[in-house]
């Protein structure tokens, strides 16, 4: 078995944002969950985070084409392939 930072269905590649980013090698289609960003290494919600190979490589836009939910997954709305993945960058606070 052989260990894939990223899905299949991306690849990191030159990006007009910020030097490099995440791009589609196929169509992806809305809601699909595409992994998670970052882990919390003690548990508490935000606490300490590690970033995945996803969250290191995913660039901001003010109008991205996929949302982070609080728990860290992308979730994704209709990207094309070869279309570069963004998000909006912000973080939550559990109460």
């Not at 699909?32 to 970052?38: A, E, F, P, Q, S």
């Not at 084409?65 to 990207?79: F, H, M, P, Q, Y």
Request: aromatic residues 10%; glycine residues 8%; contains cysteine.
């Amino acid at each position: 078995m052989t260990y894939r930072p990223l899905p299949r269905y991306l690849t990191v590649k030159k990006s007009k944002i910020d030097h490099i980013g995440l791009f589609a090698t196929k169509k992806i289609k809305e809601g699909k969950k595409i992994g998670v960003t970052h882990y919390d290494l003690h548990g508490e919600i935000w606490d300490e985070l590690m970033r995945t190979p996803l969250g290191g490589f995913i660039n901001h836009s003010n109008e991205p084409n996929c949302v982070i939910d609080k728990t860290s997954e992308v979730l994704a709305w209709v990207i094309k392939s070869g279309e570069e993945l963004t998000v909006k960058y912000q973080t939550y606070k559990v109460d």
